[in-house]
C-alpha cells in the first residue's frame, strides 16, 4: 500500500477508535484523526516487526484494518492519560 492508502486507511482507523473509546479528546476532531493516522502506522510497524505478520498491498486485508485500529487505540488511550480532558 502507498502513503495515501495508510492515510485513509488511518482516517478510518481513528473514527473506529474513536467510536470503540468514547468520550471527549483533549484534541477534538483534529486530533483524533491525526492520532488514527500516526495508530496505523504504529500497528502496521508493530504488526510487521514482532508479530510476524507483515503488511500486505491489499487494503482490504483484515490483519492490516485490525492493525491500523489497535495501533490508533493504543495511540489514543495513551494520548488521554498522558493530556487528560483539557475540556475542563
Known sequence: MGIVSWIILGLLA????KV???GRDPGGLIGTT???IAGAF????????WLDHPV?????DGATWAAAIGGSL???I??????????D
Do not use: E
Open 78 to 87: 495513551a494520548y488521554r492519560i498522558l493530556f487528560g480532558n483539557s475540556r
Open 42 to 49: 504504529v500497528g502496521g510497524w508493530i504488526s510487521a516487526r
Open 74 to 76: 493504543v495511540l489514543l
Open 34 to 36: 491525526l492520532i488514527g
Open 56 to 60: 500486505t498491498k491489499d487494503f482490504y
Open 14 to 17: 481513528g473514527v473506529i477508535a
Open 20 to 22: 470503540l473509546l468514547p
